[in-house]
């Protein structure tokens, strides 16, 4: 079966330090992958998307940036946090030519003081 | 630009009471309707919908899609206090992404 990982937990960052989430998913291959932030009182919001290794794409104009080095492996990145860039950010999976339902990783709890 | 609207944003009920969760989308090039359930961390698929007038049922929860009036609902019968919870409503169109609304803050009190 297939189960998706993201770490950390939880982070607390100061503002103007660089970031760097990671996410993982196994029990499948070449699958979509996903970033989504989620700020209180917001809806989900996502921000990036990959298709295929080295493939990503933006979704908003911001201070974050991502990257998939390996086929099931994702990362979010900032080089200077912004205390805007506090939120709830989870990474999500489907695999391709199915339907468009995602899976969703368990989430990082990020804190810019 | 492509929208999800749920309502209401918060409900509080009573064990045993039965709920109706809306959902109204403008999504270009339709496809499917999602609902999740989001208690504390990842949210949980519930259903995905893509033809008017088929209902889905899993247990207690059901849902409906109206494609013509581009709205879904999500009923609850007989609440108990885990389904208290946000309940998600996502919109796919003919890119990848999927257009969430804000959410339902739904609180069952025993």
């Known amino acids: 079966s297939q189960t998706i990982h993201q770490w950390p937990a939880t982070l607390v960052q100061p503002v103007g330090s660089p970031l760097s989430l990671e996410c993982t998913v196994e029990?499948?291959?070449?699958?979509?992958l996903y970033w989504y932030r989620q700020a209180a009182g917001r809806g989900l919001q996502l921000l990036f998307y990959?298709?295929?290794?080295?493939?990503i794409s933006s979704e908003v104009p911001q201070n974050l940036s991502a990257s998939r080095p390996q086929d099931r492996q994702f990362i979010l990145s900032s080089k200077k946090l912004l205390l805007s860039d506090s939120g709830f950010y989870l990474c999500?999976?489907?695999?391709?030519?199915?339907?468009?339902?995602?899976?969703f990783g368990p989430g990082t709890r990020l804190t810019v003081l | 630009e492509d929208k999800v609207v749920q309502s209401p944003l918060s409900l509080v009920v009573h064990e045993g009471d039965t709920v109706t969760l809306n959902c109204s989308y403008e999504?270009?090039?339709?496809?499917?309707l999602l609902w999740y359930k989001q208690e504390k961390k990842a949210p949980t698929f519930l259903f995905m919908l893509t033809s008017s007038g088929i209902e889905k049922k899993s247990g207690r929860l059901s849902s409906i899609l109206d494609k013509k009036e581009l709205f879904s609902i999500l009923n609850i019968t007989a609440t108990q206090t885990g389904d208290s919870a946000v309940y998600l409503c996502?919109?796919?169109?003919?890119?990848?992404?999927?257009?969430f609304g804000k959410g339902t803050k739904l609180t069952v009190n025993p």
């Open positions: 999500a999976w489907r695999n391709v030519g199915t339907s468009g339902r995602q899976f």
């Open positions: 996502a919109g796919q169109g003919g890119s990848e992404k999927l257009v």
């Open positions: 999504v270009t090039n339709f496809r499917s």
């Open positions: 990959s298709v295929g290794i080295g493939q």
């Open positions: 029990g499948t291959s070449n699958p979509n």
